[in-house]
Each structure stands twice: as structure tokens, then as C-alpha cells.
């Protein structure tokens, strides 16, 4: 039996591309939210992976489902046991986060 081991921070951001932020989807621009710079931290330890992101207005209505999409996500990578998805509260969303191609 080969043992699972723990993803990369590369591999979380990967995924992290499937999670498409949902206002870009209401206006028919799908934008993912690593690419719109929402992802603030990534952090890997053991089986649990900790996701800290941004939201483009503190008052998002989609932040619970944003959340559980997110965590549902991680929890499809070989060796996560744990997706712990935060709110950065501290950091303002600025357009200049977006990935270069997205600006």
C-alpha cells in the first residue's frame, strides 16, 4: 500500500482554480478566485490545509458557500483529511491582486 503524502502549496493552488468567484459568474466573466487574488495564505501541515482568503467586499452575501466550495475542493486532494477555510479581515481587496493575465 503506497502512502498518500500531503500536498503541495502549488497543488492547493491548483485547485483552488476550480472555485469560481460568484459575482464574476453573475455578470458572465467566470473568474476563479486565485486568479482574482482572493487567496491571501496557503498553509500545508500534515493533512490539514489552511486557506486564509479575501473578499473583494467585506460584505459578501456568497461567503458561506464561497467557504464551503473551497473546502469541498481541498478535500478532493490526495492527503487532506482537514480544509480550514478563514477570512483575512485585516487585508482590503484591490483590484492590483488579480493575476497579471486578469488585469
Do not use: K, N, Y
Not at 25 to 42: M, N
Not at 64 to 74: E, K, T, Y
Amino acid at each position: 500500500m503506497r502512502a498518500v503524502t500531503a500536498p503541495t502549496v502549488d497543488d492547493v493552488r491548483r485547485e483552488l482554480r476550480r472555485v469560481v468567484d460568484p459575482c464574476s459568474l453573475a455578470i458572465g466573466s467566470p473568474v476563479d478566485i486565485e486568479a482574482l487574488g482572493l487567496v491571501e495564505e496557503i498553509a500545508v501541515a500534515g493533512d490539514t490545509v489552511h486557506v486564509s482568503l479575501v473578499l473583494t467586499d467585506v460584505s459578501c452575501v456568497f461567503w458561506q458557500g464561497i467557504r464551503r466550495h473551497v473546502a469541498d475542493v481541498l478535500l478532493e486532494l490526495p492527503g487532506v483529511e482537514c480544509a480550514d477555510v478563514s477570512l483575512c479581515t485585516d487585508v482590503v481587496w484591490t483590484p492590483d491582486r488579480r493575476r497579471e493575465e486578469q488585469r
